[in-house]
Structure formats: structure tokens, C-alpha cells
């Protein structure tokens, strides 16, 4: 007799009912495990099956770190909804679509984070009426004033298309004094055009006054630059009467040198503008994610 046959002896149990209600026991555990460990376990790695970019966030407005290639692979160490925090080998960080990559993911059709709906933007175009603003040295007609109506009046309605409010300093031709380019909002935003009497000095600036501005102007420059092909004059303090009489995080813009040929070809160019609107929309979005 073997030493389990003496153990049910011994307490006078029955074999069989004994060893039956110990197997379905270590089945029950057995599915109360497996139910408590989830089936889908995020995944830890992932590798692009088609071209793609890294970016600094969570969403295609989010600005490129760089491109990334078919057959890539990424470490992932974070995810948000379709999105995903990835790390390569050289520890270069950013966030990849998840539909570009190995995993089952669908491709957002409908994002619906709209970060700008309900959002105020007061918009100001420089200049106006009797103000012409900056001249083009090349065409007497284009004048800073007419140009920068027109991308306030493009962003206007592209911010709208968004769900944000937009209020505009002016909306004509009119001349408005600059203690009345304000008002109650999110942010302000006043647009201008560069100009000197030499042809040379070119590209984009953003300026701020008040260090609470900076991250503004810093998120504005960033995505501008993300789309812009003039060249970058970077983000500034400045002294103008505009952004240093709100409180609110405000930018002026100088959208590029009327009195640079090139600028000037750009700037007067609808296509080339909406580039530059889409950027700072873009900023924008950025801006109100965070
Ligand atoms: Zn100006």
C-alpha cells in the first residue's frame, strides 16, 4: 500500500469524490487567473510596416521630429488612444500613429480632439486705413496692410472651421489705435510684415513681451517653422505697445520681409500664406493640448 493510500486511510476519506473536488478547485483557479491577467497586454515594441513621422505629440498637428522609414522599430513607453511614445536605439523619443505600424490599429478618420472649439483668439492685423504699414520696393501695390487683412482674415476662417471664437481688431481697411488692438480672449495674436530700406534682411520672426508669453511664442515658432520655408529669425523679447498692454499669452508676428524679393513673392502668394496659416493653426492646437 503506497503512502497515499495510507494518508486517505488514515482520515478516512474516499479516494475518488477527494481527488475529483481538488481537480475542479485548480480549474477554478486556473480561470480566476486568466481572468484577472488582461488578454491584451500592451504591446511593448513596435515596427513600421510604411514611411512615417516621430512627432512631439499625440496628434498629426504635433510638429515632426524627424521621418521615419519602413521597417523602423521602436521601443514604446507610452500610449494615448491610436497614438504611441516610442524610444529608438539612440534614445531619440517621440510619438508614431499606431495605423503606420505593426499593430491592429485603424487610422483615426475622425480625430475628435478639436483643441481649439470654444477657444477665443483675437486676431489683430496690423496697420490700416491712412497706416499703410510696410511698401514693397518691387510692387508699389502690395503694402503690409492689405496683406496682413487677408491672413487675418484666412486664419480667421480656418480657426473657426476648428470651433474656436475669433475676434479681429479690425476688419477693414480702417486705421485702429494700437491701445485699442485688445480685447477679452485666450490669446492675441497680431500680424505684420517686415520691412527695410535694404532688400537683404529676410525670413520670419515671433516676438513676446512679458516671460509669461514665451512658451506662446516658443510653440508658434516651432510649428511656423515646421511649414515655413522662409528662413527662421527665431523667437524675441520686444518692447511693442501690442503684446506688452495684455496679460493674456500674446505674439506679434512678422510674417516675412516685404522689402526681400522673395519674402515678398511668397507673402503675396494665397498658396504660400495658407502654409504659414496652417502652422500657426497648427501651433495653436499644440498650444491648447497642453
Ligand atoms: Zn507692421
Redesign the pocket.
Known amino acids: 500500500m503506497n503512502r497515499i493510500n495510507l494518508w486517505f486511510k488514515k482520515y478516512k476519506l474516499k479516494p475518488i469524490p477527494v481527488i475529483s473536488v481538488a481537480v475542479i478547485v485548480i480549474i477554478l483557479l486556473i480561470v480566476l487567473i486568466k481572468m484577472l491577467i488582461p488578454n491584451d497586454v500592451e504591446p511593448k515594441s513596435l515596427s513600421m510596416i510604411e514611411d512615417g513621422e516621430l512627432r512631439t505629440g499625440p496628434a498629426a498637428y504635433y510638429p515632426i521630429i524627424f521621418e521615419v522609414k519602413d521597417g523602423d522599430k521602436f521601443e514604446i513607453t507610452d500610449r494615448k488612444g491610436k497614438w504611441f511614445e516610442v524610444t529608438n536605439d539612440d534614445n531619440e523619443k517621440g510619438w508614431i500613429a499606431g495605423w503606420h505600424t505593426n499593430l491592429d490599429i485603424k487610422e483615426d478618420v475622425n480625430p475628435v480632439a478639436k483643441p481649439l472649439k470654444g477657444k477665443t483668439i483675437i486676431l489683430d492685423p ?2 490700416g486705413g491712412g497706416d499703410q ?2 511698401s514693397s520696393s518691387k510692387h508699389k501695390n502690395v503694402t ?1 496692410k492689405e496683406i ?1 487683412l487677408k491672413t487675418a482674415q484666412e486664419l480667421e476662417e480656418m480657426l473657426k472651421s476648428e470651433g474656436a471664437k475669433v475676434k479681429m481688431t479690425r476688419t477693414k481697411d480702417e486705421y485702429v489705435k494700437l491701445k485699442d488692438r485688445q480685447g477679452d480672449g485666450d490669446v492675441f495674436i497680431s500680424i ?3 520691412a527695410l530700406d535694404s532688400s537683404g534682411p529676410h525670413g520670419v520672426t515671433v516676438y513676446y513681451h512679458h516671460d509669461t508669453q514665451q512658451d506662446f511664442a516658443k510653440t508658434l515658432h516651432t510649428s511656423i517653422n515646421q511649414k515655413s520655408i522662409l528662413s527662421d529669425r527665431g523667437v524675441r523679447n520686444e518692447n511693442f505697445q501690442v503684446i506688452r498692454q495684455t496679460k493674456m499669452p500674446a505674439v506679434l508676428l ?1 510674417l516675412g520681409y516685404i522689402s526681400n524679393p522673395t519674402d515678398e513673392d511668397l507673402i503675396a502668394d494665397r498658396k504660400y500664406r495658407h502654409i504659414v496659416e496652417t502652422g500657426i493653426v497648427d501651433g495653436l492646437k499644440v498650444y491648447f493640448s497642453n
Open positions: 496690423g496697420h504699414g510696410a503690409e496682413t505684420h510684415n517686415d512678422e
